[in-house]
């Protein structure tokens, strides 16, 4: 199984920060990695694709960095939307795995 | 457009089979997409249950693969998933989703359903 870290937990930010998530693999996935944002009570919402690929309509404040086993997602300016629980997902075989969420809280 | 619909009972006793069914509208079911389940306990993070593709093949989770069967019934357009011998660790939000395969790779899911609770308790 390829297991997937994120890091921190929980992130305590204010409106207008940079905030940044990483994420590891515990083996190389190339750059099959996607990034989630998920809201109480939704389904997760796809945000970046193969690592740096924004999702359409997604906006460009979210931005994926990161191949092998090392990624980040990069919030360049936190909005009041933003806050929710982040999740990364690797694709690099049939068998997914997610990393454990990033809550991101107002500080 | 394409939706997909969750649906099966929201309380399961322990030690009985857990049945949910997905239904896809906009789409036929056939042609081509993978079709997976994905579960949420209540406060903690996503879980992949198993995915099954256009050529039926399926791939489980190693650690729900003894327990788990997913399969497609074309004639309903819908998927489902059964988890036999249920304990209260199985009480989560499931959600059903559906993607594309790329560059021979499952990539994630275009689409999903909105999930449903189903609660494992005597």
């Known amino acids: 199984d390829i297991q997937m870290t994120q890091s921190p937990s929980t992130l305590s930010a204010s409106v207008g920060d940079r905030v940044t998530i990483t994420c590891r693999a515990s083996?190389?996935?190339?750059?099959?990695l996607a990034w989630y944002q998920q809201k109480p009570g939704k389904a997760p919402k796809l945000l970046i694709y193969?690592?740096?690929s924004l999702e359409s309509g997604v906006p460009s404040r979210f931005s994926g960095s990161g191949s092998g086993t090392e990624f980040t997602l990069t919030i360049s300016s936190l909005q009041p939307d933003d806050f929710a629980t982040y999740y990364c997902?690797?694709?690099?075989?049939?068998?997914?795995?997610f990393g454990q969420g990033t809550k991101v809280e107002i500080k | 457009q394409v939706q997909l619909q969750e649906s099966g009972p929201g309380l399961v006793k322990p030690s009985e089979t857990l049945s949910l069914t997905c239904a896809v509208s906009g789409y036929s079911i056939s042609s081509g997409y993978y079709w997976g389940w994905i579960r949420q306990p209540p406060g903690k993070g996503l879980e992949w249950i198993g995915s099954?593709?256009?050529?039926?093949?399926?791939y489980y989770n190693p650690s729900l693969k003894s327990r788990v069967t997913i399969s497609v019934d074309t004639s309903k357009n819908q998927f489902s998933l059964k988890l036999s011998s249920v304990t209260a660790a199985d009480t989560a939000v499931y959600y059903c989703?559906?993607?594309?395969?790329?560059?021979?790779?499952?990539?994630?899911?275009?689409?999903w359903g909105q999930g449903t609770l189903v609660t494992v308790s005597s």
């Open positions: 193969k690592a740096s």
């Open positions: 997902q690797q694709y690099n075989s049939y068998w997914w795995t």
């Open positions: 989703a559906g993607g594309l395969v790329q560059l021979w790779l499952p990539w994630p899911p275009d689409y």
């Open positions: 099954i593709y256009h050529s039926g093949s399926t």
């Open positions: 083996q190389s996935i190339s750059s099959w």
